[in-house]
């Protein structure tokens, strides 16, 4: 038995290193593919491609009587690295003559933004807090000026702007839109568009990262800087900023209040975090990660996104209202009614509801697979 368990084993091994030799050599014509979209000024991410290729090894999978899922987690692991393979320098839609200045280049997401302009050769310029005496020729024949600075301090930036070159871009990238929109307008009378971009700073790659994108004035004079975050990969969703921020609400907000409630209960009963997460399934490893992520980052991000959302007093105590009603039937055990609101709920998510199953338990396998025992 020893010896046959050795010589499968080392077939086993010897299939493993032909793979390595596989990953490499397609990582090798991916970054050929990236070499000729560079040239050709090709997005990085084309869905329809993407869509096609999977539904093509789906097939191949069956046929060889593999589970086309697992061939689907695996392509998807190795294209994100295709990706990443394929970004060390864009094709520029813009002016590569004129500068990008970014307010508040110096700060995470500023950074981030301004190395992937620099990648597409543009010249960037930063302009910080001590570089307000400077504006004016920081913004000199400048063809983009992005507000990247924190929520609280956006319009008192966008008011100290100096005057820019008549068909300059004015944008910015805080998660509200509808004041900072207003802001922009009223300082600039070229074009102007609000962008929110649904990542954080440490993101490796910007293929498939939704970007929000709001009109204000003159959006065909924005739209190379449309076309340059399509370049990148990113997907783009235009929409209102009234719109916006009331999804906002929702999505930033109420989520991150939860969040920090639930953060703070457990500190209040002092709960043993390390106990929590080796007692956990993925799916509640996941939700305590999710937790753990927001207290990992900047305070004074999240309190401004919270404090920002001007509905959100209004939001918290509506939903104190449904832990009113939840708690009252928890204290009077009516299990029928409990379970008449979960299908009321249900109900609600509708089609969605079974569609997420499907999209969580994929997530969860990943998560599984990643555990340390």
């Known amino acids: 038995m020893t010896e046959d368990l050795s010589n ?22 991916t970054a050929r593919v990236g070499t000729i979209k560079q040239a ?5 991410y084309v869905p329809e ?3 096609a290729l999977f539904a093509a090894r789906r097939r191949q999978a069956l046929a060889a009587g593999l589970d086309p899922d697992l061939v689907e987690d695996v392509l998807r692991r190795v294209m994100r690295e295709s990706y990443a393979s394929q970004e060390a320098r864009f094709p520029a839609t813009g002016d590569l003559d004129r500068p990008i ?43 983009l000026v992005l507000v990247a600075v924190p929520i609280d301090r956006t319009q008192e930036a966008i008011q100290a702007l100096p005057a820019l070159p008549a068909d300059c871009v004015l944008a910015d990238v805080t998660s509200v839109k509808r004041a900072p929109l207003a802001a922009m307008l009223s300082r600039h009378p070229g074009p102007v568009i609000g962008l ?57 907000a109420m989520r991150h209040f939860s969040t920090l409630v639930y953060g703070a ?33 900047n305070p004074a991000l999240y309190a401004d996104i919270i404090l920002s959302a001007g509905p959100l007093p209004e939001l918290v105590e509506g939903y104190r209202e449904c832990l009113d009603e939840l708690f009252d039937l928890l204290q009077s055990g009516d299990r029928g009614a409990l379970m008449e609101r979960f299908d009321q709920v249900r109900d609600y998510f509708g089609e969605l509801a079974p569609a997420l199953l499907t999209e969580s338990g994929e997530l969860l396998r990943k998560a599984h697979d990643g555990r340390d025992p």
């Open 40 to 44: 050709h000024r090709l997005p990085l």
């Open 8 to 29: 499968i084993r080392a077939e086993i091994d010897a299939l493993d290193q032909a793979l390595i030799q596989l990953l490499a050599d397609r990582a090798r014509l």
């Open 196 to 252: 929110h971009p649904m990542f954080g700073p440490d993101i490796r790659s910007l293929a498939k990262q939704v970007v929000v994108y709001c009109p204000g004035r003159d959006t065909a004079g924005a739209q190379w800087l449309l076309d340059q975050l399509g370049l990148w990969g990113t997907v783009l969703r235009e929409e209102s900023p009234e719109r916006h921020d009331a999804a906002m609400v929702m999505i930033q």
């Open 101 to 143: 200045v970014i307010v508040g280049g110096g700060g995470a997401l500023g950074r981030l933004l301004g190395g992937f302009f620099a990648r597409s050769g543009y010249p960037v310029r930063v302009l910080e807090t001590g570089d307000w005496p400077h504006a004016a020729g920081l913004v000199e024949n400048a063809q």
């Open 265 to 297: 209960f457990l500190q209040r009963e002092g709960a043993d975090l390390n106990d929590l997460l080796r007692l956990s399934s993925p799916i509640y490893r996941l939700e305590l990660a999710m937790v753990g992520r927001l207290f990992a980052q």
């Open 49 to 51: 491609r993407e869509a």
